[in-house]
């Protein structure tokens, strides 16, 4: 009787072990286990539920800032977006390049058969047939501005069963924000945000990151008014004679490759036009090309490293 009684107690005890290792092994997070029985189902940007068996192992991320996200909450990839620059997370330098979300390379991805791709809302909705019919899920989003990278890393960390770990990335964004608001009253510097090309050139408005990351940081965009440009709704045409009238205190250049080769350009351009150089900016010598890593793309998770950078360009300024 005695040893029946043991024997039901030890059954007991290594039940309630089993249990409580299951449910929360690391901070709260559900583990790989709890995920597989259970199936992992989250809304994407475009409004999609997508549904997996658990969550995924092998990820394939089509922009930097999704890629970011990922290594931020603890995981990895096994396909990253092609690049002639350094890779801005650099343990993800062994994975294979797959293409971008301007051009997937689906040969690549079947051979990696991953369980999820991570694409952009709305420009790889088109890809979503032919990617999902090699195996994987697609999920979608996009980062338009300083929220939509939270929601980003919250969907992500949904995905991963990584919801702690998002949540505290998260806050701490929250917090370097609450840090950045400007006493009431401050000045505000006068910017101009110019996303460039070789030959082409536009003003980044409030809409964008990058314009999103300007106001946080504290400054004026002077062309929050400017009317956007219909294929390019987060920029808008340069206008000299507003710009004039405006008078920036700090012209930014931003590009995804070739900074050096985009601020010559751009020079040269102003320097064809006299009104250009009656700017403050120019003046004081204040046209600055920004981190293409930073400023040129999504930086996932280090938008807290562009909001330092900001903020100390403007209080150059001041």
Known sequence: MKAAFMSSALALLLVTVTGCSSSSAAGGETTAAASASQGVTVKDFAGRSVALKGAPSKIVALSNGELDIV??????????PASTSPVPVKAAEKAVQVGSTHGIDLEKIALLSPDVVLGNNPMNAKDI???????????????NS?????????LIGQLLQKESKAAELIKGLDDKLQALVPKEGASKPRVLLVYGAPGTYMAALNNSLSGDILVKAGGENIAADYPKLESYP???QLNTEKIVKSNPQLVL??????????KE???KEMSQNAAWSSL?????NRVEVLPADLFGTNPGTRVSESLDQLSRLLQTVK
């Not at 250049?253 to 985009?262: E, G, K």
């Not at 403050?280 to 004081?284: G, R």
């Open 265 to 267: 350009g751009f020079m």
């Open 146 to 154: 300083i929220d939509d990278i939270k929601k980003q890393i919250q």
């Open 253 to 262: 250049l931003m590009s995804h490759t070739n900074p050096d080769q985009v």
């Open 71 to 80: 290594y931020a909450l603890g995981s990895e990839v096994v396909g990253r």
């Open 280 to 284: 403050d900016a120019v003046k004081n």
């Open 234 to 236: 987060q920029y808008a």
């Open 129 to 143: 047939p032919s990617v999902e019919s090699l195996g994987p899920k697609m999920v979608l989003s996009s980062a």
